[in-house]
């Protein structure tokens, strides 16, 4: 399980007003995580189990690439503290949960998922992310759980090729690449032509290419080493 992803994706579908203990402790993520935990054991009854966390934003490709998810938002308050209430929660279950310094938890999934399919597993990442789909394999599926109610989807090779328009799987985060760069050419263009008041400069503008371009590098570098 992607313990981070799940969390802030708990977080933002329920209300945090509505979920607090006596002292004000927010716990909207902690009890939407946990009810997609019970449903996944529920329905899935898996032999394995574990939950994979990143430590912190600093990893090997933050030291490589310092603009490496340098745009991202800062972490809602009140969803601080629910992280170690999860795993609170983990430990009573007796769900075992890694986490390995300079690596995100994509990192030790994606070791974990080839280790087991290795050994025989047949395994399923369940995570929203869809980074993940460059890991499906015939014995590796991406397990989305439920939304509003619609059932869990399982991603397969044919499914992620279908999905993505591609040829293989492990052509995902290429494929997501090439549409950021697209993206950013059509903002490039808009903002040329005056079509479009983004608020931004041209600086602004390319430097967020220069940012997808490292991103590009980033992830070519990331497949090289699997």
Partial sequence: LDGHSLAYRAFYALPV??????TGQPT???????????NALRDENPTHLAVAFDVSRATFRSDQFPDYKANRSK????????VSLIKEVLEALQVPVFEVDGYEADDVIGTLARQAA?????????TPDKDFGQLVTDHIYM??????????EVLGPKEIVENWGIERAD???????????????AVLA?????????????????????????????AHAVLAAH
Wanted: proline letters at 3%; charged letters at 30%.
């Fill in 17 to 22: 007003e509505n979920f607090s203990t006596a």
């Fill in 143 to 152: 397990y989305k759980p439920s939304k509003q109610g619609n059932g869990a």
């Fill in 171 to 185: 052509q995902v985060h290429p494929h997501r690449g090439l549409e950021l760069r697209q993206r950013h050419r």
């Fill in 75 to 82: 972490t809602p308050d009140e969803f601080r503290g629910q």
């Fill in 118 to 126: 290795e050994e025989g597993f047949t395994v399923y990442m369940v």
């Fill in 28 to 38: 909207n993520a902690v009890y939407g995580f946990t009810s997609m935990l019970i």
């Fill in 190 to 218: 808009q903002h040329a032509a005056g079509t479009e008041d983004t608020g931004a400069t041209d600086r602004d503008v390319e430097a967020a290419h220069r940012r997808a371009r490292r991103r590009d590098r980033l």
